[in-house]
């Protein structure tokens, strides 16, 4: 049998520290005053002080392996929903050349066949996205909230992570998606006009703002990502203020641009 | 300033110009936004169902010296008010939640009596050689199955003659039928098992949500 501070087997006991135990049936002896018997502590203040100490580093450990796993998972989602929406759109097309033959599904299995994958992929999309959303709550509750979960999980694949994203300046968060135009403003010199269309220009609060106040409101969006991240990385407390200066900050903008 | 005391170990009532607190005495900084009055701490109602339970009065029991298995803790706001009363005790923190688990480690690097595990409460055996038996086991998890996990854990962790507070959700059992019906299956399935000391409603704080206190055989 193995407890966290030892194994005991045919009545002799070991002493080894590990928190990962199983055992499948309730113990028959006190875990407590058997490891004080057998002196792997002088007393209760040293057995809870040690396992308290064991636990926080164990557990930290442990925490920080599946939060890392879970935003790869994100961005393999993210991914998929792209792949299957490729798909579509390629089938689509080859399907469009085929109708514009003349051909009907009557004549041609092919059409069926085509019409039907198309609408199977579709629906493997949106399931894709219904888990996104879920993910995207789970890991980072305020990005989601601010950002919406598939702006929000295309900045945590194009950064590489949620941790990535949560080390990113505003300034830096506000042009991710729009690299090759950077590269390109910078390429041509001062007279190149810097970008403006990173990924954050597809949220409905920017893209739907007047031209002239668009950068205003996708700096002001930049920000309030940039603090739901570092609270979603950093603490995990939830801060329904960031949504709210959010909307106030467009109606602002959206009254001075007429 | 006025300090009220109530049957419950470290909770005290505190008059401040003229309004009313539920505190517990505590030399720790807040933990979710509380308010602080020089050696206590705010238990505010709205975040904590326990909270609600100490306030209206019920006779429940909580000793300092107690050892407690918390199922459900998410970042700690109640665990941080529990480890103020049983501030003689260990209270084994569970929660399988890695986001809320950021916070409870945070009160537990700061707490000598708080022992966080990052564990499934649906698994025990997964705890069992860390967790010892305890006078009473917590739970608040919003789980269909929980009564089940209630069982289980105190099965491997629950002395004879231990007490069990349980916090039901009817939206989490089945978010259709009525809540009565819910509680009295609940109730029913739980005398199997536990003595039923008291169960108690924590409207308006925590809408359809009960509180059921039970002692073990
Ligand atoms: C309503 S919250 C608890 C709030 C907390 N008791 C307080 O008052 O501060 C429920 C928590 O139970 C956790 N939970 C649900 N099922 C669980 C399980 N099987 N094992 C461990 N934790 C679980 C959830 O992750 C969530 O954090």
Redesign the pocket.
Known sequence: MKVWYGEIKDDEFRRKFDLDVRNERPLDFDLVGFAIENSVFSDRDEYYETLRELAIKNEERRMKEILRSEDMFIISLIRAYDDALKCVNLLSERLYDIKSLGYEDEESPPVAWLEDRIESLKKLRKELEGELEEKMLAVAPNLTRVAGHMIGARLIERAGGLKRLAMLPSSKIQVIGAERALYRALSRGKRGKPPKHGIIYQHPLVRTLGRRVRGKMARYLAGKISLAVRLDYFSGRIDDELEMGLKKRFHDLKGGSG | MRVIETRIPNVFILEVDGRKFLVTRSEYPPH?GERKFNGFKEWRLS?????VLVERGIKIKIERDWKIL???????????HLADIADRGVIYA????PR?FIGLLRLARERKNVIPLL?????PESYNGIVERVDLI?Q????KN?IE?FEENARFFLRDGGYGII?V?AKSMDSTADPRKIYSEVMERLENNFRIINSVDLEPYHKDHIAIEVGYR
């Open positions: 979710y975040r904590s169902k326990l909270g918390y199922l459900g803790a998410a970042s700690g706001t109640t665990v941080s569970v929660e399988y939640a809320p564990r499934n409460a649906e698994l917590y608040d998890i919003a789980q929980q996990i916090m959700k």
